[in-house]
């Protein structure tokens, strides 16, 4: 897009509070079909147009590629009196809002699943990479298109509107990839080098499921009841052809099977014949510089690894010129603040932030001269403040780093630690956990539930503890805290665990961030990271690997997700330190029970820094 004016009228005062045209249509028309691909493989395709669309008016389309169904099919006699979107109040105005706005939407299901025929081997395939450019052909040759095509999605159907970048297709103008995981390696399947076995597990499982027109157990009773499965093809044979389609589903790829055999990034799996660093966005990054399209990445400070990946690219991208983090679950159904009830709506609400995405596909594929600003922007909600705010670059101007100090009596000091020696003793406790709510726990938008971590006051008997003094004015911490310790384990490998905390005058305990680092992945590398980052970078690459010597003290040091939280005047801020996170990260050790000796001394001043907003004025 071309340097604009700016429209006083759409100046951006926050997230959530943009102008939108009035709608222009009413109604919607669909059809299902069967697009052939280049080897023949047939991709079942939903297209949904304005009602009233004039045959001579052109209009853009956008492009959803999902593993999850396309469209949904209803039982009898359910299906002549409801429709599928209707089952879910959230999101059934999701289509009419665009459709009414002057867009085409084109939903695929991606090679081997859903109605497509074809095999989903793993995650985003070469394959489904190269049908995008044969996908969004089709649509600039059909008799409504303008020829300009937006990609837009949810979590793994938002990396695939990202990799609409690789194939430079010039039809393609803006992308919004939402809740995504463009490195999922330590995005969401290995954070810190460790297993996320609950989430791969279940993942894995529902995406089974899925493949074989099977409701999983997440839709519910009534859900199960209502739903017969994916949609066929419009078409006098389209069951049969679902049923064909079906069939060869059963040779997709198991991805928690697969996950059992990594522990580094570039290990290649002997049958699956990939390793997790084919599955980034970032190996094809020549290709995303190059490409043209205008990218509004979504993510939350409170959801897997999606806040650090907006970060990343914001910094590493030059089309990546506008962003938003907020404080939802993962897909911006409900708020997520730890601050606030998990039952509030989320901020803003789902309409609000559809009128977001709006303005920015109106800007790249319509030319409106809305006042979408081609330099860079990042919204990002602050918690406990509560509080939407803005910046150009990251981190926002004013971060400075405070740095804290672990110290003798479980405490966090501001100043040099004197002693010649000192230690804590911690025995892991495999019992400590985050709860089932907690930021992996990504199913958990299917399930209607959000994020949602308890006081963690309790929790403080599985972990060891590090608290500051009452503090005296109100801080608040936006960026990448960082920690460093000095420790000595009584295994070659192990996990550690760090928690950034907020204890409020009552003694009650507010999770604000975590980070963690498998103990063998702990080397800095000196190699340049493949993007911007704000933390130490470990290439978590078997070249890489380090075991721990039993007893011999090793600097583990390593960036925590980034946050944007205000601790009030008085709270106190506690780092907590783990092994273990039961119920989510699988168990490294698998057996034993590791003793860590955490050093805080002169010549081994264990730490972590703050990134801290200096106070205006």
């Not at 039982?75 to 059934?92: C, V």
């Not at 966005?281 to 907006?310: C, P, Y």
């Not at 630690?417 to 089932?436: H, L, Q, R």
């Amino acid at each position: 897009m071309s340097q604009r004016s700016r429209n006083d009228a759409f100046v951006d005062t926050g997230f959530g509070r943009c102008e939108v045209p009035p709608p222009q249509y009413k109604g919607t028309t669909s059809q299902s079909l069967y697009l052939p691909m280049r080897d023949g493989v047939r991709l079942a395709v939903e297209i949904v147009l304005p009602g009233n669309l004039p045959s001579v008016t052109r209009i853009p389309a956008l492009l959803s590629q999902t593993r999850y169904w396309r469209a949904m099919e209803l039982r009898a006699p359910f299906k002549w009196f409801l429709k599928p979107e209707e089952l879910n109040p959230d999101f059934k105005n999701f289509k009419p809002f665009f459709t009414s706005h002057g867009y085409a939407l084109v939903l695929v299901d991606a090679r081997g699943t859903g109605a497509s025929f074809g095999t989903w081997p793993y995650p985003w395939p070469q394959d489904s990479i190269e049908d995008a450019a044969e996908i969004v052909d089709w649509i600039v040759a059909q008799p409504w298109s303008n020829g300009k095509v937006g990609g837009h999605g949810i979590s793994y159907v938002g990396t695939t509107a990202e990799l609409l970048t690789v194939p430079n297709h010039p039809a393609i103008q803006a992308l919004i990839p939402m809740f995504n995981h463009p490195d999922a390696y330590t995005d969401i399947a290995f954070p810190g080098g460790v297993l996320n076995e609950r989430f791969i597990r279940d993942w894995g499982r529902f995406d089974r499921t899925l493949d074989q027109n099977v409701l999983p157990e997440e839709f519910g009773f009534w859900g199960r009841m209502l739903l017969k499965g994916v949609k066929p093809v419009d078409a006098k044979d389209g069951r049969r052809l679902l049923q064909e389609a079906i069939r060869g589903h059963a040779a997709n790829g198991d991805v928690y099977q697969i996950a059992q055999d990594v522990t580094f990034r570039d290990e290649r799996h002997n049958t699956a014949n990939v390793c997790v660093e084919d599955l980034t966005v970032h190996r094809f990054k020549q290709k995303v510089e190059r490409s043209n399209a205008a990218i509004f990445g979504w993510g939350s400070w409170m959801d897997a690894g999606t806040a650090d990946a907006v970060i990343r690219r914001f910094l590493t991208f030059d089309r990546a010129q506008r962003a938003v983090i907020g404080a939802w679950e993962h897909g911006g159904r409900f708020h997520a603040s730890p601050y606030q009830s998990p039952d509030l709506p989320a901020d803003p609400k789902l309409p609000a932030q559809w009128r977001e995405m709006l303005r920015f596909f109106d800007a790249y594929l319509k030319g409106v001269d809305n006042g979408v600003p081609s330099e860079k922007v990042l919204f990002y909600y602050t918690m406990g403040e509560e509080k939407w705010k803005k910046t150009a670059v990251w981190p926002p101007e004013g971060t400075t780093t405070q740095r804290w100090y672990l110290a003798e009596g479980n405490r966090l000091s501001p100043s040099d630690p004197p002693a010649e020696s000192g230690a804590d003793t911690y025995t892991v406790d495999f019992e400590a956990s985050t709860g089932e709510h907690n930021r992996w726990w990504e199913m958990g938008g299917i399930l209607d539930q959000t994020v949602s971590y308890a006081n963690r006051a309790e929790a403080a008997r599985h972990l060891l503890t590090y608290t500051t003094p009452p503090l005296a004015e109100d801080t608040e911490i936006t960026g990448h805290p960082v920690v460093t310790l000095y420790a000595a384990m009584t295994e070659t490998d192990g996990v550690f665990y760090a928690y950034l905390e907020d204890v409020d005058e009552s003694g009650r305990v507010t999770y604000v961030t975590e980070g963690q680092l498998r103990a063998i992945h702990r080397k800095v590398s000196a190699d340049a990271p493949p993007y911007n980052l704000q933390v130490p970078y470990h290439s978590f690459k078997q070249a890489d690997a380090m075991p721990l010597v039993p007893g011999e003290i090793a600097e583990i040091t390593f960036g925590l997700l980034p946050t944007s939280t205000l601790i009030r005047k008085d709270h106190r801020i506690r780092l907590s330190i783990a092994g273990h996170d039961e119920g989510t990260f699988v168990r490294i050790p698998a057996e034993g029970t590791p003793v860590i000796s955490v050093a805080r001394n002169k010549h081994h001043a264990s730490h972590i820094d703050l990134p801290v907003m200096r106070k205006a004025g």
